[in-house]
T-cell receptor, first 117, second 112 residues
Framework: GAVVSQHPSRVICKSGTSVKIECRSL??????MFWYRQFPKQSLMLMAT?????????EQGVEKDKFLINHASLTLSTLTVTSAHPEDSSFYICSATLDSATNEKLFFGSGTQLSVL | QKEVEQDPGPLSVPEGAIVSLNCTYS??????FMWYRQYSRKGPELLMYTYSSGNKEDGRFTAQVDKSSKYISLFIRDSQPSDSATYLCAMSGLGGYNKLIFGAGTRLAVHP
């Protein structure tokens, strides 16, 4: 089956630093990747849609200057949390689509737990 | 009112029990309905994918969609301890790029 790799799985950083999270589709090319945030006992919330070679589309309320997304190739998208603060602490998950015509071919990474001290 | 409501549980059942998980929604534009299983600190894994109203069965899992009531269910038969996880419902409108709207997830614990 399709595999989406996300790295790192856990990161702890100091307030004010930047953190980069990578999302890779290992065995397929993904023209579109998605980034979500999940707070404890809450649902996954879509942050942005990342299309290869173009600017990401951010959901309402998500600061594009704070959450920088780069989708430079068909197998890699990165999310950089800039000047992280404790309120950015959350579980970040990416997904990649094998077939944009159906959500049935949407595969998720294993997530990154970000803790900002 | 949230677009998708899901009882967070936790739900604790003995091994072998039939589990019923449910979600209600408010947006009549939703056409695609999904159930994901998520183990602690891992990404969601697709269990069931259904379009419009009706039933779909896959092994021990049955998904039901009642669009007239805006209500979806996931049944797990002969539940096993390995089924212990958080179950997320998700739904979307027409087209693959449409945003998935997730429920908050129901934590299920199946004890031996």
């Amino acid at each position: 089956g399709a595999v989406v790799s996300q790295h790192p799985s856990r990161v702890i950083c100091k307030s004010g630093t930047s953190v980069k999270i990578e999302c890779r589709s290992l065995d397929f090319q993904a023209t579109t990747m998605f980034w979500y945030r999940q707070f404890p006992k809450q649902s996954l919330m879509l942050m942005a849609t990342s299309n290869e070679g173009s600017k990401a589309t951010y959901e309402q309320g998500v600061e594009k200057d704070k959450f920088l997304i780069n989708h430079a190739s068909l197998t890699l998208s990165t999310l950089t949390v800039t000047s992280a603060h404790p309120e950015d602490s959350s579980f970040y998950i990416c997904s990649a689509t094998l077939d944009s015509a159906t959500n049935e071919k949407l595969f998720f990474g294993s997530g990154t737990q970000l803790s900002v001290l | 009112q949230k677009e998708v409501e899901q009882d967070p549980g936790p739900l604790s059942v003995p091994e072998g029990a039939i589990v019923s998980l449910n979600c209600t929604y408010s947006n009549s534009a939703f056409q695609y309905f999904m159930w994901y299983r998520q183990y602690s600190r891992k990404g969601p894994e697709l269990l069931m994918y259904t379009y419009s109203s009706g039933n779909k069965e896959d092994g021990r899992f049955t998904a039901q969609v009642d669009k007239s009531s805006k209500y979806i269910s996931l049944f797990i038969r002969d539940s096993q301890p390995s089924d212990s996880a958080t179950y997320l419902c998700a739904m979307s409108g027409l087209g693959g790029y449409n945003k998935l709207i997730f429920g908050a997830g129901t934590r299920l614990a199946v004890h031996p």
